[in-house]
């Protein structure tokens, strides 16, 4: 065996061994995946609700969206009961504005 051949050895035995160390490294400690990021903490109650404006001016069926942030929470008219906006009367798709409901006050809750 002559020495260029034994450090070639040598150096794709290390390199196996990196590349083990590497892909068995999650094992004993698996990385956690969240479905949500930071910036987006919505929560989209299911189904439609009816949505009456604060002002009283009206009821419409829509979304309700609340910001998990600061617990505001936003009506997104769908103006029927699917659970996105709807115009049967125009080809394009309609864009819902959100109206805004109210706060919850998640400050003030002890654990």
Known sequence: MTRV????KVVLTMIAGLLAVLAFRPVPHPITVQAQSAAANFYLEPGTNT????DGTGQL???VV???????????????GAPYPVDPTDTK?????????????????KP
């Open 51 to 54: 949505l009456r404006k604060p």
């Open 66 to 80: 609340i910001d998990l942030r600061n617990g505001d929470a936003w009506g997104f008219p769908t103006l029927s």
């Open 93 to 109: 798709p309609p864009v819902s504005e959100p109206i805004y409901l109210g706060r919850f006050d998640f400050a003030t809750i």
């Open 61 to 63: 069926q829509g979304k």
């Open 5 to 8: 051949d034994l450090y070639t």
